[in-house]
């Protein structure tokens, strides 16, 4: 195993690892695990001491949402089959990488995205609460209306991440709901399936967008912005320019709103929906095949524009800022960096940002020209070229 740093040496009571988040910024200020990671797996070495069956006789343990493989990999080393699932391709690629570094073979690790079937049999389920409740909701209805009545359930969450009805929710899918003490500022929430609560399910979101004269789309649960249009993406779909031929991309589409405007406004272009949210990439595909089934579209589930050999006449783009909870600039300039290297020489980037976000700073410093092409009392936007 590579030395670890400490920085990255997450001791834990079922098996420590090194782990690191993906992609791999330079100068990274944020750790791979939290307390909620290491209070779940207190509890399962703990659980698994008491038992004198060997793990890997066992079935797998599926566990959801897990960043970096905090929960995953030290189960794994510990000999546990796990079935992995999630929404983030950052997440699945973290964790395969995480296992790379730790030389764990992946050969009883297997994953599903969230619209894809769990490989049975499963053991018990570990879910670290998602930032997007109705993801949460939509993974709930899918573990309560396909694993056997009886099987285990236990949540993990930040305190200063779980919302108050987090309880309430559990109870809508699951029998004896409790939660356990809090320690290391996260609690754990223990629930079992039963059968009678098999019959809940959550539908995608259905919205209009007035920069497409009123029509609708619809959001599959955790993608950005959830059941209703951003007010940012509102304001930039009023701003996406016209008669651009050749390829767009729409970089970090979430459910596809400024690709679609951008379809909608240029007849001659091919559209690109690019995100690394699984859902964000089945709503964008959803909304194209229902309101342009003609045009010609791409879809990348992926890091940004990582892997595709295209270049792009304009790349439309409203960046995230966080990652997981944090606030961080390190996703919004590795972007911009794409941006660069896939925009063709008389191409253009546009960028939408909350006024404070001042992104005119670091696209001066990649591009020759910034510009700004409109603003309100919330969000500019600006335009970069070479
Ligand atoms: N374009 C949509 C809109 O305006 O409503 C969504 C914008 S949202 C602020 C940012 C999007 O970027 C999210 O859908 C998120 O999943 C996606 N994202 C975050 N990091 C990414 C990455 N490294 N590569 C691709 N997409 C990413």
């Excluded at 941006?339 to 020489?345: F, G, I, T, V, W």
Aim: charged letters at 20%; one cysteine or more.
């Amino acid at each position: 195993m590579p030395p670890m740093k400490p920085d990255t040496y997450f001791d834990n009571p079922v098996h420590p690892v090194s782990l690191k988040l993906w992609p791999r910024l330079n100068g990274e200020k944020l750790r791979a695990w939290d307390g909620a990671d290491l209070l779940l797996l207190e509890h399962i070495a703990e659980q698994d001491a008491s038992t004198d069956q060997d793990a890997s006789d066992q079935p797998a343990t599926l566990v959801l949402n897990d960043p970096n493989g905090a929960l995953t990999l030290p189960l794994l080393a510990a000999g546990v089959k796990v079935h992995a699932s999630g929404d983030s391709w950052l997440a699945q690629k973290a964790l395969l990488t995480n296992a790379e570094d730790n030389d764990l073979a992946t050969d009883t690790l297997s994953w599903s995205w969230p619209n894809e079937e769990v490989a049975q049999p499963i053991a018990r389920v570990l879910i670290r609460l998602p930032k997007s409740l109705s993801l949460f909701e939509s993974q709930l209805a899918t573990i309560a209306g396909t694993l056997p009545e009886g099987t285990q359930v236990i949540v993990s969450s930040m305190d200063k991440h779980t919302p108050p009805t987090v309880m309430k929710i559990l109870e809508k899918y699951f029998l004896s709901v409790e939660h356990g003490l809090g320690r290391r500022k996260a609690h754990l929430y223990f629930a079992q399936l039963g059968h009678q609560t098999a019959q809940q399910r959550t539908a995608p979101a259905v919205f209009a967008i007035p920069a497409l004269q009123g029509k609708e789309i619809c959001a599959q649960p955790g993608t950005f912005s959830g059941d209703k249009l951003d007010i940012g993406a509102r304001f930039f779909s009023e701003h996406v320019p016209s008669d651009v031929a050749g390829n767009i991309a729409d970089l970090g589409c979430g459910n596809g709103v400024i690709g679609l405007v951008a379809l909608d406004r240029n007849p001659e272009a091919s559209v690109w929906f690019c995100d690394e949210s699984a859902q964000a990439v089945s709503s964008a595909k959803t909304n194209t095949a229902a309101l342009y089934p003609k045009r010609e579209c791409s879809f990348h589930h992926g890091n940004g524009l990582d892997g595709l050999a295209e270049t792009f006449s304009l790349i439309l783009l409203n960046p995230p800022f966080h990652r997981g909870h944090a606030v961080d600039e390190g996703v919004s300039s590795m972007l911009f960096k794409h941006a660069r290297r896939h925009l063709n020489s008389d191409g253009e980037l546009y960028v939408i940002g909350n006024r404070h976000l001042k992104y005119n700073l670091p696209l001066r410093k990649l591009f020759g020209s910034v510009r700004e092409v409109a603003a309100n009392d919330k969000f500019t936007i600006w335009a970069a070229k070479f």
